[in-house]
């Protein structure tokens, strides 16, 4: 959960987030090693209104990149910040594993919605 301030005043807002441990099977950076990391997915589940597109957050929001949902990760991100290094094996590892992490929440949501309709 967590609060905006928007003009109105503070927007309550309820979200679910879905964390999972990636095992590296990679290099993040020459002269980095790196064997766990994380990959997160928040999904608001405010209802009302537009679905937003989200920033991609590598620690701090770098851009959009078109998606509904946030993604977070260890990404490697030049020094402008201006978005996240296609190139980078490492960053390509963080992709492949994301929908892994959707799946996660989509499956939490389901599990949610099914135990409002049953009152468990």
Do not use: H
Not at 15 to 32: N, S, Y
């Amino acid at each position: 959960e967590g609060s905006t301030v928007g003009n109105g005043g503070v927007v309550e807002e309820k979200w679910l987030l879905c964390t999972r441990e990636i095992t590296a099977d990679v290099v993040k950076r020459e002269g980095q090693s790196v064997s766990k990391t994380n990959v997160s997915v928040a999904i608001p589940l405010t209802l009302g209104g537009e679905l937003v597109r989200r920033y991609v957050y590598a620690f701090l929001p770098l851009r959009s990149y078109g998606l509904r949902w946030v993604l977070q990760g260890d990404f490697n991100v030049p020094s402008s910040r201006e978005g996240i290094d296609s190139s980078c094996a490492w960053n390509q590892m963080l992709r492949e594993k994301a929908p892994q992490v959707f799946g996660d929440a989509i499956e939490a949501l389901a599990k949610m919605a099914n135990e409002r309709l049953t009152g468990g």
